[in-house]
């Protein structure tokens, strides 16, 4: 079980090219327990640092098929935001 820090949590999820609510709904969180995770003022617990470790194992195995930048996070720095909704990201997609 890795020690996941802040940094370590929002590169995995813009790496997925997930927004903070995609990634909250896969943990059966709220956005702003991501947020605070992210800001390392609160830690994952023992069952999400599993998780955590699942996406980054997914990430690396399948990282031929996932863009060093993900779509969400060009866009993210393109418009200057900290969030993207999933339906963007697919509207996005689709014009690519």
Do not use: C
């Amino acid at each position: 079980m890795n020690k996941w820090l802040a940094g370590d949590i929002r590169n995995l999820r813009l790496r997925l090219g997930w927004s903070g609510a995609d990634f909250a709904r896969f943990f059966g969180a709220t956005p702003d327990l991501v947020a605070k995770w992210e800001r390392n003022e609160k830690a994952p617990s023992s069952d999400d640092v599993l998780q955590l470790d699942r996406l980054s194992f997914y990430a690396e195995s399948h990282s031929e098929q996932i863009e060093r930048q993900p779509v969400a996070d060009r866009y993210l720095d393109e418009m200057g935001r900290e969030q993207i909704h999933s339906d963007t990201i697919s509207r996005i997609i689709q014009y690519k």
